[in-house]
């Protein structure tokens, strides 16, 4: 059996011991000399000395104390090896066991794809750690939240354009009807006076202007809606826009005899796109004139402040008889039958909104007021 670093102290402790007991047992006077000599370092003199007289009377090493060195080496190299082994051993599982967890969140990822290919976008991977398969699974889920946002806007665009396909269809379905009999009674009519023919001619003219007015208006609608503009804003001043808007609307204005006023600062000023935004207010001056009894005023307010620049147009006429006036604003909306199809205030919402401006409809005392905001932050 190998012995111990211990065994092999205490071993030298003894024959030290026993050759001290030797000396001293008949020649106590030399205790202080013997104990000094045992206790302090090797001496090379000494032992070559001790060497010389061992081997006088031939004294050797041991089969033991030969092999001490050796089975130290021995023990020495088995122990490095079992730690190695087990180091390595150990190396190895831990090894096969992150490969396993590696394999498994793979596997995890794969499936969690086959879901988003079949069209299941609601998938999550677990993300709450901070290693690469983390990472991996924070942009797998990016993506997937990307594609699931394309797919709702391509659902949401099939739908506008049918919508839109059939607004377009519905709204010229009656002017489509009146020209087709227009022109039927005068093909079955050969005999037909002339001022009645010139009647009906009249009023196919009007119908295909009707027709090309519902089919700019609903395509540049959906344009607006589709964000297919490119609105080219800048400081325009308010008090322009509204006599821009007035002016095209002359003749609605002396029809009733209604008169226009202006107030505010002259200055004050909207970032906005010329053309589009004068379209928004002539819708809104247009509905004025309809609603407004003859011989009333209708009057554009502008306040100006830090944050924000306002204009609002009142319309002394008929109130808004709704639990929600914004109800207006809804496509094809109209508070009464007439020549109105309900879709000019929609599209100044879309064109005020899509320049990042507000607006809302309140009635007031005696009247109705449109309120046009934006923000001075751009």
């Given at each position: 059996?190998?012995?111990?670093?211990?065994?092999?102290?205490?071993?030298?402790?003894?024959?030290?011991?026993?050759?001290?007991?030797?000396?001293?047992?008949?020649?106590?006077?030399?205790?202080?000399?013997?104990?000094?000599?045992?206790?302090?370092?090797?001496?090379?003199?000494?032992?070559?000395?001790?060497?010389?007289?061992?081997?006088?009377?031939?004294?050797?090493?041991?089969?033991?104390?030969?092999?001490?060195?050796?089975?130290?080496?021995?023990?020495?190299?088995?122990?490095?090896?079992?730690?190695?082994?087990?180091?390595?051993?150990?190396?190895?599982?831990?090894?096969?066991?992150?490969?396993?967890?590696?394999?498994?969140?793979?596997?995890?990822?794969?499936?969690?794809?086959?879901?988003?290919?079949?069209?299941?976008?609601?998938?999550?991977?677990?993300?709450?750690?901070?290693?690469?398969?983390?990472?991996?699974?924070?942009?797998?889920?990016?993506?997937?939240?990307?594609?699931?946002?394309?797919?709702?806007?391509?659902?949401?665009?099939?739908?506008?354009?049918?919508?839109?396909?059939?607004?377009?269809?519905?709204?010229?379905?009656?002017?489509?009807?009146?020209?087709?009999?227009?022109?039927?009674?005068?093909?079955?009519?050969?005999?037909?006076?002339?001022?009645?023919?010139?009647?009906?001619?009249?009023?196919?003219?009007?119908?295909?202007?009707?027709?090309?007015?519902l089919i700019i208006n609903l395509l540049n609608l959906a344009r607006i809606e589709a964000d297919a503009i490119d609105f080219k804003r800048e400081d325009y001043k308010v008090y322009d826009l509204c006599k821009a808007a007035k002016k095209t609307l002359e003749a609605n204005f002396q029809k009733k005899n209604l008169s226009f006023k202006i107030s505010g600062p002259e200055d004050a000023t909207f970032f906005v796109d010329w053309d589009w935004t004068v379209e928004a207010i002539i819708n809104i001056l247009k509905n004025a004139t309809e609603y407004s009894p003859e011989n009333k005023t209708i009057e554009c307010n502008i306040t100006n402040n830090e944050a924000s620049t306002t204009l609002s147009i009142i319309n002394f006429g008929e109130k808004i008889e709704l639990e929600d006036p914004n109800l207006i604003f809804r496509r094809f909306f109209r508070q009464k039958e007439g020549d109105s199809v309900g879709i000019g205030l929609n599209m100044t919402k879309s064109i005020i909104e899509a320049q990042k401006g507000l607006i809302d409809v309140t009635n007031v005392e005696n009247g109705v007021k449109f309120d046009i905001v934006f923000l001075k932050t751009r």
């Open positions: 059996m190998n012995k111990t670093y211990r065994e092999i102290s205490n071993e030298i402790y003894n024959k030290n011991a026993a050759i001290a007991g030797s000396i001293l047992r008949d020649h106590r006077e030399l205790e202080e000399d013997v104990v000094k000599n045992i206790s302090k370092s090797i001496d090379s003199d000494d032992v070559k000395l001790g060497t010389e007289i061992l081997d006088k009377y031939s004294y050797t090493e041991s089969p033991d104390d030969q092999n001490v060195l050796k089975s130290i080496y021995k023990d020495s190299i088995l122990k490095t090896f079992l730690i190695s082994l087990g180091g390595y051993l150990l190396l190895l599982s831990i090894y096969f066991l992150y490969q396993k967890s590696l394999e498994k969140k793979l596997i995890s990822i794969y499936t969690e794809a086959e879901k988003v290919i079949n069209g299941n976008y609601r998938v999550q991977l677990d993300e709450s750690g901070d290693g690469l398969i983390d990472i991996l699974n924070h942009q797998f889920n990016k993506m997937v939240r990307i594609i699931r946002s394309n797919s709702s806007d391509l659902v949401r665009e099939k739908i506008f354009l049918k919508n839109t396909m059939q607004d377009i269809s519905h709204q010229l379905k009656t002017p489509l009807s009146s020209l087709i009999m227009f022109n039927d009674i005068m093909l079955d009519d050969e005999n037909m006076p002339w001022e009645l023919r010139s009647d009906f001619l009249e009023k196919s003219q009007e119908q295909f202007e009707r027709m090309q007015w």
